[in-house]
């Protein structure tokens, strides 16, 4: 605003033979101002972003499954069937927010935790939590590996 006003006073002041040069001088260093703080800023957002760009690039070469909780093989044994009359009655909760329910339930989260932050209702939680820690335990195909009970 200081510059705005610096800048039509020297407008003003000036002689009218000079005040068109004076303008183009001004609008000129105006817009060089401007490309330079845009640059400047842009630099900067650009500095930060590397290090985590790495950081995941190095964690996914490494085979860390935690890098990413959203990968193809996420949906692996997402119990849809059961899920499929949840998803026809009133208030259902959308497809989305039981897919990312199903990646909580199987990264460890417990059922009161998960309705809580994605406002499912808890039977419909716990169900997800029990089909994933279900999907988790390996069933021998072998009836003689099965463990007596």
């Not at 790495?54 to 909780?69: C, E, H, L, M």
């Not at 089909?131 to 007596?148: F, I, L, V």
Request: net charge positive; aromatic share 6%; glycine share 8%.
């Amino acid at each position: 605003m200081l510059l705005l006003a610096l800048q039509v006073t020297a407008l003003g002041v000036a002689p009218a033979p000079l005040r068109l040069f004076l303008s183009g001088v001004l609008i000129g260093a105006s817009v060089v101002g401007l490309l330079l703080a845009l640059l400047l800023a842009h630099s900067r957002q650009r500095a930060g972003r590397p290090t985590a760009d790495r950081a995941a690039a190095v964690a996914v070469a490494a085979g860390d499954d935690d890098a990413q909780w959203f990968s193809a093989r996420s949906l692996e044994g997402f119990p849809m069937e059961q899920v499929r009359p949840l998803l026809l009655g009133p208030d259902a909760p959308g497809l989305n927010r039981l897919y990312t329910a199903w990646v909580f339930a199987t990264h460890g989260h417990d059922p009161q935790w998960i309705a809580h932050h994605l406002g499912l209702p808890t039977p419909t939680a716990r169900l997800l939590v029990t089909a994933a820690r279900q999907h988790a335990t390996p069933t021998p195909s072998d009836p003689s590996e099965r463990k007596p009970q």
